[in-house]
């Protein structure tokens, strides 16, 4: 409980210090000015302006390229700190030098950095959602290990976005925090997958590895403090430390990256595949601009594709991966968003490439800098591709009210489908069919008709309004088409569509021209085809079903298939488990009410004994037919049969049924150990009671043997008793009635058979087998 305690507090702590340093970065940054100038010195000493940021103070007050610096609050440049690192950042004046004139720059007292999106809006949006996640987390996760790993990763990110502002102006503690931020939240990440996936016995790296990483990243600390801190030389330029974190961090999540894209290949066909799936797209669409098109040109060539402040834009795509993940328990569809990523990837190059073109053609400054273009395409393509996603939101939202037909295309798919879900005859399909093409399209002739693919001759069906012309049929049978549901066929008035299939033949409708004379466009097209597809899966049900019934009707022993007798057989038991329910929840309900007020009345009222005696025996009576009841919804629906299993449920009847009969019952199960399906259990329980029943109405037996054997693939049953016995000749007369008939049905029914042995005077028996395979469940179950 105390460690619980010191961790709860750490966690605690850690979240505060990082909201005060987040309030003191923003504070910083605010009250810090932006001058915006990079300087170089050349070989002889000199620092001359190399880079003028256009949106800063420096470039809106005259500073301009090639200028020299002279002077820095008033004393040479090489003792202002932030020219450690080629930055004019943290002056109250400084004088450059300009053609040979000298001119001064002094900064305005208390002035204040404006409030900015880039520099300031999105950082800070970004730290507040990371930062209640990171709450919601901790609360969610308390004793997590891994969750502990999330939120600093979560942390480090936010804190690096919010402090690059503040060290952009060369504000030292906010240069350590982005550097340190930088270097650790890929290694954070790391080791949240290591920690993790160890629940799940994946190995996605090994510990020491994490121990080496932070071990790297401690030294890298120590030398940059060396270096911002103290005089000492170790032959680095504070530019290239400067540069480290950024190298880190690339190169960590890169790692990172190949890491997870690794394990998706390797688990590609198990259950965490989606899984690995969902964290390589979050973090490479988060990280990708970053490193691609900022981190690695800059450390390699020296320049930016984009600029680090737009490319830090996509980390807010970050918390919406881990946000979503986490509160809705649920992942993305990430193959639906990658398959549109790739469409709208595609569809975006020849737009993207016009639109630059056209833009540089028409501009009147003669810049054609290749940089420059490939920053101006990269913005407009990624801009077409967030458009078209957004085309689409809308698209699902605002169709329906923009385009009526459209709504009224879709409104009638969904009415349809649920209509011709009960229909039960080709006719009755066929009708509404063409009612519902009236309704919707614009015309007013349709036909249904059917082809045979051998010879191509057409027959008549169906017809509504005109029927179509001679010229049309000779079209329908000279046209190749391939017989596909859904395929249209343009005629000379109006157009063809196949509905259905069958093994010779296919089903047409024709539709007449429009009214208005114009031809079919793309979404009435479309709707023809979707219904044209559910009316096909009609026609296959009503064939199968025709087919079933015919072959019933037609077999030569005029016998119905087993599956037949099995589904009747669960059917009834169904009605049987309703009629039992019913049976307790109402009629034993209001049985046992009347006898317990009636038993109230008698103990309360003083009525004279010869009155007494005859309401005693009401109660009585009353109290028999509480017992019938009961009897009937037992016998109904056992109760627990599934639970108990078969041969603690036939021991049960037996004992029960010896209660009420002149008989004794030895039931013999030795070594029967299987455990059977549901199905098979009531079967062996519903033929007992039928045989106990019989037995106990007419065979004045004494004693009733029962056996319940098994081997590797049959179950045996054997029923005898030592009653009067019957004559095997008038078994037949028997099977009028459901006794012995539905024993047999029954059996029949799982493809069991049934024998009867008997005689006058020697008792009857009967024999089962049934096949039956002790992984029989375990395969259903898995097929299920």
């Known amino acids: 409980m105390i460690q619980l305690r010191k961790y709860n507090f750490s966690m605690i702590l850690v979240l505060l210090v990082t909201l005060y340093i987040a309030v003191q970065l923003v504070h910083s940054q605010l009250q810090s000015l932006y001058i915006g100038v990079d300087v170089n010195q050349n070989q002889s000493g000199q620092w001359t302006v190399s880079t003028v940021d256009p949106l800063a103070w420096g470039s809106k007050n005259g500073v301009q390229l090639g200028d020299v610096l002279n002077q820095v609050n008033g004393q040479k440049p090489s003792l202002h700190y932030p020219l450690k690192y080629n930055s004019l950042e943290q002056v109250n004046s400084f004088e450059v030098i300009r053609n040979g004139e000298h001119i001064m720059f002094a900064v305005p007292e208390g002035t204040r950095s404006p409030i900015t999106i880039d520099q300031t809006i999105l950082p800070a949006t970004l730290f507040i959602i990371l930062f209640l996640f990171s709450i919601i987390l901790y609360y969610k996760k308390q004793n997590d290990h891994a969750s502990k790993m999330l939120i600093l990763f979560f942390l480090s990110i936010a804190l690096a976005y919010l402090s690059a502002g503040a060290a952009t102006r060369r504000i030292i503690y906010a240069q350590m925090i982005i550097g340190i931020c930088l270097s650790q939240s890929p290694i954070f990440f790391l080791h949240f997958l290591y920690s993790y996936f160890k629940e799940y016995g994946i190995q996605m790296l090994k510990s020491r590895w994490l121990v080496i990483l932070y071990s790297i990243n401690g030294f890298i600390f120590g030398i940059t403090l060396l270096v911002n801190y103290t005089a000492i030389d170790i032959g680095l330029s504070a530019v290239i430390l400067s540069r480290v974190p950024l190298v880190s961090f690339s190169i960590g999540n890169i790692i990172a990256i190949y890491i997870l894209i690794s394990r998706y290949v390797k688990y590609h066909g198990t259950i965490y595949r989606p899984l690995f799936k969902y964290l390589v797209?979050?973090?490479?669409?988060?990280?990708?601009?970053?490193?691609?098109?900022?981190?690695?040109?800059?450390?390699?060539?020296?320049?930016?594709?984009?600029?680090?402040?737009?490319?830090?834009?996509?980390?807010?795509?970050?918390?919406?991966?881990?946000?979503?993940?986490?509160?809705?328990?649920?992942?993305?569809?990430?193959?639906?968003?990658?398959?549109?990523?790739?469409?709208?990837?595609?569809?975006?190059?020849?737009?993207?490439?016009?639109?630059?073109?056209?833009?540089?053609?028409?501009?009147?400054?003669?810049?054609?800098?290749?940089?420059?273009?490939?920053?101006?395409?990269?913005?407009?393509?990624?801009?077409?591709?967030?458009?078209?996603?957004?085309?689409?939101?809308?698209?699902?939202?605002l169709t329906g009210f923009l385009f009526k037909e459209k709504r009224n295309f879709q409104a009638s798919l969904n009415q349809f489908s649920q209509q011709i879900s009960k229909i039960m005859r080709a006719s009755?399909?066929?009708?509404?069919?063409?009612?519902?093409?009236?309704?919707?399209?614009?015309?007013?002739?349709?036909?249904?008709?059917?082809?045979?693919?051998?010879?191509?001759?057409?027959?008549?069906?169906?017809?509504?309004?005109?029927?179509?012309?001679?010229?049309i049929m000779e079209e329908l049978i000279k046209e190749p088409h391939h017989n596909e549901v859904g395929e249209v066929i343009r005629v000379s008035t109006g157009i063809c569509c196949i509905i259905g299939r069958r093994q010779d033949s296919n089903y047409m409708m024709w539709m007449?021209?429009?009214?208005?004379?114009?031809?079919?466009?793309?979404?009435?097209?479309?709707?023809?085809?979707?219904?044209?597809?559910?009316?096909?899966?009609?026609?296959?049900?009503?064939?199968?079903?025709?087919?079933?019934?015919?072959?019933?009707?037609?077999?030569?022993?005029?016998?119905?298939?087993?599956?037949?007798?099995?589904?009747?057989?669960?059917?009834?038991e169904q009605e049987r488990r309703r009629l039992a329910s019913d049976l307790h929840d109402s009629a034993l309900q209001d049985q046992l009410l009347w006898y317990r007020k009636f038993e109230a009345l008698l103990d309360e009222s003083e009525t004279p004994p010869e009155m007494r005696e005859r309401m005693v025996e009401i109660k009585e009576g009353l109290l028999d037919v509480i017992h019938q009841i009961r009897e009937t919804c037992n016998e109904l629906r056992p109760p627990f049969l599934k639970e108990i299993g078969v041969v603690e449920a036939v021991d049960n009847l037996c004992s029960y049924a010896q209660l009420n009969a002149n008989y004794v019952v030895d039931f013999d199960h030795k070594d029967f150990n299987l455990e059977l399906d549901d199905e098979y259990v009531l079967i062996l329980y519903r033929i007992t009671q039928e045989l106990l029943r019989n037995t106990m109405k007419h065979a004045r037996a004494t004693k009733v043997e029962l056996q319940l054997h098994h081997d590797d693939e049959t179950i045996t049953y054997i029923y005898r008793d030592n009653g009067i016995g019957m004559d095997l000749s008038q078994l037949q007369s028997s099977f009028k009635h459901m006794g012995l008939s539905g024993v047999r049905e029954r059996i029949a029914g799982l493809e069991g058979t049934t024998s009867f042995h008997s005689s006058f005077g020697e008792g009857f028996e009967v024999r089962v087998s049934l096949p039956y395979q002790s992984n029989l469940s375990s395969i259903e179950s898995n097929i299920g």
């Open 281 to 397: 797209v979050g973090n490479a669409v988060s990280f990708f601009p970053f490193i691609v098109l900022y981190a690695l040109p800059m450390m390699i060539f020296g320049i930016e594709v984009i600029p680090a402040n737009l490319a830090a834009m996509c980390l807010l795509f970050l918390p919406v991966v881990y946000v979503y993940l986490i509160v809705s328990n649920r992942l993305l569809d990430i193959d639906f968003i990658i398959g549109r990523l790739r469409y709208y990837s595609f569809l975006a190059v020849i737009p993207a490439m016009l639109i630059v073109i056209g833009v540089k053609f028409v501009q009147t400054q003669n810049n054609n800098v290749p940089l420059q273009w490939v920053q101006s395409f990269i913005l407009v393509y990624l801009g077409i591709i967030m458009l078209l996603y957004f085309k689409e939101s809308l698209d699902f939202k």
């Open 428 to 471: 009755d399909l066929e009708e509404r069919l063409i009612k519902e093409v009236l309704h919707v399209m614009p015309t007013k002739s349709v036909a249904i008709f059917e082809q045979n693919r051998q010879d191509k001759t057409l027959t008549l069906r169906r017809v509504v309004g005109s029927a179509p012309s001679q010229q």
């Open 512 to 572: 007449d021209g429009k009214e208005n004379r114009m031809g079919y466009n793309v979404d009435e097209m479309l709707w023809m085809k979707t219904v044209s597809n559910y009316v096909s899966i009609v026609y296959e049900n009503l064939e199968l079903i025709e087919g079933i019934i015919s072959n019933i009707e037609t077999d030569n022993n005029n016998k119905a298939p087993s599956w037949i007798v099995r589904l009747l057989f669960r059917l009834s």
